[in-house]
């Protein structure tokens, strides 16, 4: 064989073995707890995730498959966990369901462990059909992305959304997103999707919103001197570091190797 391919093919194994490999990032859970609506209302339903690992999680894709023939979903909100994302869509302009995107800036990126909502499903309960009375809710297609594009999964759990002819009493536990703080008669998730106060029991769904009256104040413009810039190095980080180590230790092994065949050549 010849010794300066050896030599080559050595270096290029080098280089394989030293790239680190980077952990997907992943939950202990990603999912929906079953819920319960009139035929003609709708029903907001959170899906949450458990427990993140090997994050930050910067963006989050999911499809969602329902029985459109029972419900179907009207609009789709950010989670307590997305609450700063700027990138927010939905498709359910296909048979079978909808897909959901979201992302947002590194700042916002959800950190490890954590745990919460990440979307809100406003479903509007249609029941087409007497002989129908529910739908399943599957996930599928579940990626998560951290802030270098490295992509993992979660297992999903999936629920079911009963249709019921009365309304159903809430859970003042708070289980399943049905508290009621204010003791009105309406969910405090379905009170904060249109933008009433779930701590108030006069501010409520298709309630008049109070007349708001600006208070005037004079103000005094004060001028204030432009404060001092001062330009700082960004800091190396600890991966640039890693890798101008790898690349440097890589070179030396391969100059070693011709070094050694040159040597050899000329006995």
């Known amino acids: 064989m010849n010794i300066k ?6 270096g290029m194994c080098l280089v ?23 035929q003609g209302t709708h029903v907001i339903v959170p899906v949450n995730i458990t427990t993140v690992k090997n994050g930050p999680v910067q963006a ?4 969602i498959a329902y029985d459109k ?13 997305t609450l700063e994302w700027n990138v927010l869509g939905f498709n359910n302009d296909f048979e ?46 579940i990626e998560l992305s951290d802030p ?12 079911l959304l009963y249709v019921v002819t009365t309304t159903p009493p809430y859970n003042r536990s708070g289980a399943g997103g049905e508290t009621d703080a204010d003791g009105d008669g309406y969910r405090d998730i379905d009170e904060t999707f249109v933008g009433t106060d779930p701590n108030d029991q006069h501010s ?28 700082t190095p960004a800091p190396v980080s600890p991966k640039q570091t890693y890798k101008l180590l790898i690349i440097l230790i890589v070179a030396l092994v391969i100059i070693g190797i011709v070094g050694f065949y040159y040597y050899v050549k000329r006995k």
Do not use: C
């Not at 979201?102 to 479903?123: E, M, R, T």
């Not at 270098?148 to 629920?159: C, I, L, Y």
């Not at 919103?209 to 004060?222: D, E, F, S, Y």
């Open 16 to 38: 394989i073995a030293l790239i680190p490999v980077s952990a997907q990032p992943s939950a202990d859970g990603f999912g929906l707890v079953d819920a319960s609506g009139v």
């Open 60 to 63: 989050i894709v999911f499809n």
């Open 204 to 231: 409520y769904p298709g309630s008049d919103a109070p007349a708001v009256t600006p208070a005037l104040t004079k103000q005094t413009i004060t001028a204030t001197p432009a404060p001092t810039v001062t330009i």
């Open 96 to 141: 079978g369901g909808t897909r959901v995107s979201l992302a947002g800036p590194f700042a916002y990126a959800i950190s490890n462990g954590s745990s919460g909502s990440i979307a809100l499903l406003n479903f509007s309960v249609e029941r087409t059909s007497d002989s129908i009375n529910y739908s399943h809710m599957t996930l599928s297609d």
């Open 5 to 10: 391919t050896l030599a080559y093919g050595i």
């Open 148 to 159: 270098e594009g490295n992509f993992g999964t979660s297992a999903a759990r999936n629920g």
């Open 69 to 81: 023939r029972v419900i179907n979903v009207t609009n789709v909100l950010r989670g307590e966990l």
